[in-house]
């Protein structure tokens, strides 16, 4: 009976085959390797730099959990400063747990964690708020948390917003986007977006050249506290999920297909058209729109006849000072 | 394999060829008949899931796709790709 593979470097057990890297590796180097290829990314595409602040959205899923714990590693060696924020949209059950997981994960990297608690400042829950206005809770979701996470970064004048996205994440929406000729979008799909200043805040993607399978990886042999639980509103069968299985038939076949597509895009970014679309600033709360009022208060005031971003920017200030971090 | 003794003579011998396999997310747990000792991609294949798309844990040690398992293991599959 054999043993199973050794690891290519020190000749201890494998527990990862990188195929396309043609590398096995033992769980210290393949913790290693994931943390390389972050702190490469950092430096190839110029992330964050000495002194800044970054915010991390964390979700309790694997992906956040991966980066949080990575960047709290290489925030001493970079020299930056690194936040933690939650965002609680009040889903039941899966909200609270993904709740004290993310506490757990603070604690356990030794970085502050703000929790943002929707139904705290607002008085609705997002399936709630979802239900009022008469949208899907996926789409009321998506611009809560977009809005919440550019307020906390802005507050805390972070110069980036490091978002969980993997390799596999980015390549199916360049797909879809691609797909429905949305070349615009593809240009906001690179390892970095920039800032506006007073508006909004530039996200990062430090997982850009890691792959989700070595995300998961990377928690459950590091130990780091994560949830793998679904969100329950979360849909199978979307163009996105199919594209994604198309993808890994492909990445079968083809070990790196999707590495290589990502580090090619990065290098053609400024070749696709950018976004046209004028900005202005919010009325009623001062951040990033694109008309008279930002999605967040135009939601807000059909559901609740006031918008709230101002509210939502004043209690965010609160829990800054609250929790000593301005 | 399952060795039934009474007073210290073999009485019986049953062969239990089953792993418990736990999926996550979901919570769902299956029992594959592997007859003996079989590889993680073996096992994979059975179960009609890629290997690329799981990973395989026993015990909470990580296994990759060329370790085995064996009757009587109990696991957890996770699923790579997550929603959301
Ligand atoms: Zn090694
Ligand atoms: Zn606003």
Not at chain 1, 243 to 268: C, H, T, V, W, Y
Request: net charge positive.
């Amino acid at each position: 009976m054999h043993q199973g593979v050794k690891c290519s470097i020190c000749g201890e057990k494998a527990v990862a085959i990188i195929r396309y890297a043609r590398l096995r590796l033992c769980k210290r180097h393949f913790l290693e390797f994931v943390e390389r290829k972050v702190e490469r990314a950092i430096r190839r595409y110029g992330l964050v730099g000495r002194g800044d602040r970054v915010v991390v959205a964390v979700s309790g899923g694997k992906d956040s959990s991966t980066l949080a714990s990575i960047l709290a590693k290489l925030s001493g060696k970079l020299g930056y400063k690194l936040y933690l924020l939650y965002i609680d949209l009040g889903i039941p059950v899966y909200s609270k747990a993904n709740r004290e997981k993310v506490v757990e994960l603070s604690k356990t990297i030794g970085k502050p964690l703000i929790v943002v608690d929707v139904k705290e400042v607002l008085g609705l829950t997002v399936p709630e708020l979802a239900f009022k206005v008469r949208r899907p809770v996926c789409s009321v979701c998506g611009v809560v948390k977009r809005y919440i996470m550019n307020a906390v970064a802005v507050e805390l004048k972070a110069s980036a917003l490091a978002m969980g996205h993997n390799l596999d994440d980015l390549v199916a929406y360049v797909l879809k986007e691609f797909f429905n000729q949305n070349l615009e979008q593809i240009s906001k799909l690179g390892p970095r977006t920039g800032s506006v200043e007073g508006l909004a805040v530039g996200r990062i993607r430090p997982l850009y050249e890691v792959y989700e399978r070595e995300s998961l990886l990377y928690v459950l042999l590091s130990r780091t506290p994560f949830l793998p639980d679904e969100c329950p509103h979360v849909r199978r069968g979307t163009m996105e999920f199919k594209i994604k299985e198309l993808l890994d038939s492909l990445e079968e076949s083809f070990p790196g297909i999707k590495f290589g597509l990502m580090r090619r895009l990065a290098k053609n970014l400024e070749s696709y058209p950018k976004p046209s679309q004028k900005l202005s600033r919010c009325k009623a709360c001062g951040l990033i729109a694109s008309g008279e009022l930002c999605s967040f208060c135009k939601i807000t005031k059909q559901a609740l006849g006031e918008p709230m971003g101002a509210r939502v920017r004043e209690y965010i200030r609160r829990k800054i000072l609250e929790l000593g971090l301005d | 394999m399952l060795l039934v003794v009474v007073e210290g003579s073999v009485v019986g011998v049953f062969v239990v060829g089953r792993v418990r396999v736990r999926m996550v997310p979901g919570g769902d747990v299956v029992e594959v008949d592997v007859g003996g000792v079989v590889s993680v991609r073996e096992l994979l294949r059975r179960l009609g899931l890629s290997v690329q798309g799981y990973v395989v844990v026993r015990g909470g040690e990580v296994l990759t796709e060329e370790d085995v398992v064996s009757p009587g293991d109990e696991l957890e599959v996770y699923r790579v790709a997550s929603g959301g």
